[in-house]
């Protein structure tokens, strides 16, 4: 389709990118856009910083964190907590004394009832010798008088929106309980500092310095194949040595009998960690590569 065909507005078919484009520029409508390899990080780079790690380490769930940033994040958390936490307790006093006044007055409201109907108690005396219609004009006094009382009552409880004394006012939200564990920002589950494993990758060549390291495309290797290791390459962590071998390397050799190639340790099902790397830019490599953008929708 030409350009003029798509930038068409005389048509009588409203079109598939002109349904985008009209989306795109409104603001409203949820936007997904395909992430490509360069929105991807590296396998060996930190989840916070997306910079290559120099001291890393990863969770039991197979996130990477340089250990300095991963520090600074949980004492942030842990702080942030406990702002939450005075706020949530001054919030709590706030209740209870109002309550408390709310008891007080509502007890001040009993007695001043009680007051009233004791002082209202009047005893008339009898006449026997009353005339009939003299009855008859006190009931009919007293319905006037009551209905009066009613219509009054009524209108006092009229709402009456446009007198800015009386218009609603909107309750104060009230804060729930802020939780004290801190969650790992990957992963939402929660998280330790002595939970985190120290991770040790092997230089595809020892004599390189970090920096000329960092430089160069192909930069670890497997502790026991020696096979590069990167993206496209499934990885995992040995959690006694904390080496990195690939994820054919522990189903064809480790796991037969369950030891660490580099400490000797015995080895169980939770010391091997796979770990979360990742895409290539390619759908196969089963991460999700579509980023999406939550706005508000009009429906008609």
């Known amino acids: 389709m030409t350009r003029h065909g798509k930038n068409c507005t005389a048509g009588a078919v409203y079109t598939y990118h002109e349904k985008k484009k009209d989306t795109a520029a409104s603001g409203y409508g949820t936007q997904s856009i395909r992430l490509g390899k360069d929105a991807i990080k590296d396998f060996d780079c930190c989840c916070l910083s997306l910079q290559p790690c120099q001291d890393p380490v990863v969770t039991i769930d197979g996130f990477l964190y340089e250990k300095q940033a991963i520090l600074e994040y949980i004492l942030h958390q842990k702080i942030e907590i406990a702002k939450k936490m005075k706020v949530y307790e001054k919030q709590k006093q706030a209740q209870k004394s109002t309550s408390q006044l709310e008891s007080k ?25 009353a005339s009939g219609q003299n009855k008859g004009s006190e009931k009919e006094s007293s319905g006037e008088s009551s209905s009066s009382a009613s219509a009054a009552s009524s209108s006092q409880s009229l709402p009456s929106f446009w007198i800015p004394s009386l218009t609603p006012e909107a309750k104060p939200t009230l804060l729930k309980k802020p939780s004290k564990t801190v969650l790992c920002p990957m992963s939402g589950r929660p998280i330790k500092m002595n939970e985190l494993i120290t991770v040790r990758f092997t230089p595809l060549d020892p004599s390189l310095a970090r920096v000329a390291l960092l430089t ?16 496209s390459v499934p990885c995992a962590v040995l959690r006694p040595s904390g080496a990195v071998v690939t994820q054919e390397c522990v189903e064809k050799l480790i796991k037969k009998d369950m030891t660490d190639p580099i400490t000797g340790d015995k080895l169980s099902e939770k010391d091997i960690i796979p770990l979360q790397r990742g ?22």
């Open 105 to 129: 007055s509502e007890e001040r409201e009993k007695v001043e009832r009680f007051k009233s109907k004791e002082n209202s108690i009047v005893s008339k005396p009898i006449n026997p010798f």
């Open 216 to 231: 160069r495309q192909d930069r670890y290797v497997c502790a026991v194949t020696r096979d590069v290791l990167g993206n």
């Open 279 to 300: 895409g290539t830019g390619f759908a196969g490599s089963g991460v999700d590569l579509r980023a999406k953008e939550a706005r508000p929708v009009m429906q008609v």
